[in-house]
């Protein structure tokens, strides 16, 4: 296959939750297990879930995309269209996730895809038992193969969401840089809350991504520097810019960053995942970085 490269804003954002949002990250030795979460759609999840798998592996990392989104783009995306059984039949048939896997054309990369069932799944899922907990618990027997986790979740604060949250050990907030997308915040940073208390005390936020970003924009400016004010060094300093290549790259079942490396998408998510490894510490499994 060939490619043809062709004023101030007061947001509504909680200040109690800063102990959340400041909460400082451990060091991890072993799988990092990340949920890529905003209730609101079209701020860049699955995306962001696409191209940072992608470019985690470019750096030598092992990692395992779920993608727990029904409409299942995170699986195509990364070229996976063909498997016997995905997501759903986990969730709900308690299927081995081991069979699951899918692996991409990408070195390192691993999927375990889903498709339309999953939509029935926050339904199905209300009557069995530790509902919250069937992702964590499959997940189990794949900790340690891998050096990232990254879940690409639905943008809904329902069942499959709270999944995620409570087999993550963190949460990547991809925010598109306007407005309304800050109004989710306080939510999204109260069932973040909600979860740690209830089921998933090591739970934090492991940092929020500013997407489709445009600094000629004022408003965009706007926000970016008010985001930052109140989240402080949880925020990226890598932002993913409104990029075309970005939004051609799912209609050729690859990566931005495989379908053209040189676009400004590709290159920001590219330091996006250099900027979390520097973060977190980490190389592969087990070994510090240096």
């Known amino acids: ?97 081991t069979k699951v896997i899918c692996h991409s054309d990408i070195p390192g990369l691993d999927v375990v895809p889903a498709s339309a069932d999953l939509a029935g799944a926050e339904i199905e899922l209300i009557d069995i038992d530790h509902r919250e907990a069937r992702l964590s618990k499959a997940l189990a027997p794949v900790l340690g193969q891998y050096d990232y986790i990254l879940t690409d979740c639905p943008p809904a604060l329902g069942l499959l969401t709270i999944n995620a949250l409570v087999a993550a050990d963190s949460v990547l907030v991809p925010l598109q840089c306007e407005y309304f997308a800050l109004e989710g915040m306080t939510r999204l940073m109260k069932s973040i809350e909600r979860i740690r208390r209830a089921y998933n005390e090591d739970l934090n936020v492991q940092g929020i991504v500013l997407t489709m970003h445009d600094g000629r924009n004022n408003l965009c400016r706007s926000v970016e520097a008010e985001v930052r004010e109140y989240f402080g060094d949880r925020v990226y300093r890598t932002v993913i810019p409104r990029n075309v290549r970005l939004s051609e790259a799912p209609s050729y079942g690859v990566p931005a960053l495989v379908y053209d490396l040189a676009c400004a998408g590709s290159q920001a998510y590219a330091r996006l995942a250099a900027e979390m490894l520097r973060r977190e510490g980490v190389g592969p499994i087990g070994e510090a970085a240096e």
């Open 1 to 97: 296959m060939s490619y043809e490269n062709p004023t101030k804003i007061d947001p509504p954002i909680d200040p109690q939750h800063e102990p959340l949002i400041e909460a400082r990250l451990p060091v991890h030795h072993g799988t990092r297990t990340i949920a890529i979460a905003n209730q609101k759609g079209g701020v860049g999840k699955t995306t962001t879930a696409i191209n940072l798998a992608t470019g985690l592996a470019a750096c030598g990392q092992r990692v395992l995309v779920v993608d727990l989104d029904p409409q299942g783009n995170a699986s195509t995306g990364l070229g996976v269209l063909e498997y016997d059984a995905d997501v759903y039949d986990v969730l709900i048939g308690g299927a081995d996730l």
